[in-house]
Every structure is written in structure tokens, then in C-alpha cells.
């Protein structure tokens, strides 16, 4: 069963002061971006028996105690593996043992991204997928941000702050998890902004969403009660 944990605050403040809150089963395989980078909480992990994969900051200092053969089969985005021991002053007095860092080349963002873990058996390509998988994260809250803006709020006190970004967030995500979900299913290849410019100009439309989401610039049939959109899930 996957831990949940919900900790709302202010944008300013750092992930990494909460992280170390959390309440993460132990045998745990976690996945963060470099806001979570805390050593000391991160060798705290390791005594755990929690597996992490973590982006390496650029600005850490670190020496190489051992460079692991890629494998013939790999990935070939996968450019480095290797051991190393942290150097910084701080770094290594809060986390003592060696790492694995796994370098990759992103094609899309034609940068390298640098990845650290505690699991030195997996194959590279099994930590360059977990933290692919925890990238599609990113990009669905960013698709959230551009597609679903929140452009006012009704009351502006404290409270109705938390409770209208708290409900508005959850709502938002659930509109795109569907509107990802009818992307998937559509015959008809379209973008997702395409695909929600569409819904909305269809919103007081009699449709069969089964038979739109296939063929949106078909005129529609008649309307069925026999045929109707709760069938679709």
C-alpha cells in the first residue's frame, strides 16, 4: 500500500523542511526532484532501508569511488554510472557512505539530469525509469496550470484561501485526470488543449461522447436514451 500524505503550505517555504515529517514505511521506494535533497534526513532514509532517487544538485561535491559498466542492452540515454563519495564539509559529515549516481541525457530538454540513490543492485535503466515516471508528475501539473488557470477567488481571507485552493485543486485535478482519460480512449489523435477547446464549444450539445471522442467533426445522430455518455465508464 503507497504512503498518502497531503501537507498544504505557503509557496515559500521549502519542500525539504517538510519532507523529514513525513511518516515513510520503511523498505519504502521513494522518488523526489532535488527539493527533497536533505543528507541528513536522506541517510536517515538509508537507515530506514528506504530506497531513494533523488536529482543531484549541481552545486554538490563529490569524488568517484567506482564507475559501473553501462550495460550493452541499456538505455541509451543513460550516459554515466558510477559510485561516489560525497566531499563537501557538510555533505559527507550528514551523509557518510557512498552513492550511485546515474547521469541521463534528456533529448527533449537536450540537458543532462543527475540522479542520486542508495540502491546500488538495480540496473541504471530501473532508476532512469523510476524518475521518468515521477517527471510525468511535473508535466501533469503543468498541463494543470495552463489548461485549468484559477483566475479569482470569491473571498480573499485566510480561510477562504485554504478552503477555495484546496477544493479548486482537488477538482482541477480531477477534471484533467478525466479529460487525459478521454484522450486515451479518442480514436481521433488531438492535443489535449485541442481536446478542451473542443468539450467546451460542445458543452449544451446533445452528443454520444463515445462516437464524438472518434469523430468530433461528424455531424451528431440522433440523440439516444438507449445509448447515453454514463455508459462510458
Wanted: charged residues 25%.
Amino acid at each position: 500500500m503507497p504512503a498518502k500524505y497531503v501537507y498544504m503550505t505557503e509557496g515559500k517555504q521549502s519542500d525539504v523542511k517538510h519532507a523529514k515529517y513525513m511518516m515513510i514505511p520503511k523498505k519504502s521506494v521513494l522518488v523526489a526532484d532535488r527539493g527533497y535533497q536533505g543528507f541528513k534526513m536522506m541517510y536517515q532514509w538509508n537507515k530506514d532501508e528506504i530506497i531513494f532517487v533523488v536529482m543531484l544538485k549541481e552545486s554538490i561535491k563529490y569524488d568517484q569511488v567506482k564507475e559501473l559498466a553501462l550495460a550493452e542492452e541499456n538505455d541509451e540515454h543513460i550516459i554515466k554510472d558510477e559510485i561516489i563519495k560525497l566531499t563537501g564539509e557538510q555533505t559527507k559529515t550528514n551523509y557518510p557512505e557512498n552513492l550511485r549516481r546515474v547521469a541521463i541525457y534528456n533529448e527533449k530538454e537536450k540537458r543532462v539530469i543527475e540522479i542520486i540513490t542508495n540502491n546500488f543492485t538495480w540496473p541504471a535503466s530501473t532508476i532512469s525509469e523510476l524518475y521518468k515516471q515521477r517527471w510525468m508528475i511535473e508535466i501533469f501539473f503543468k498541463e494543470l496550470k495552463e489548461h485549468l488557470k484559477i483566475k479569482s477567488f470569491i473571498g480573499t481571507s485566510e480561510n477562504a484561501m485554504w478552503i477555495q485552493s484546496a477544493t479548486g485543486g482537488w477538482t482541477a485535478m480531477i477534471t484533467l485526470l478525466l479529460l487525459r482519460y478521454l484522450k486515451e480512449i479518442a480514436k481521433y489523435g488531438c492535443s489535449l488543449s485541442n481536446l478542451i477547446a473542443f468539450l467546451r464549444m460542445n458543452l449544451f450539445v446533445k452528443i454520444d461522447l463515445t462516437h464524438w471522442l472518434d469523430s468530433p467533426f461528424k455531424p451528431p445522430e440522433e440523440f439516444s436514451f438507449d445509448n447515453r455518455q454514463e455508459n462510458l465508464f
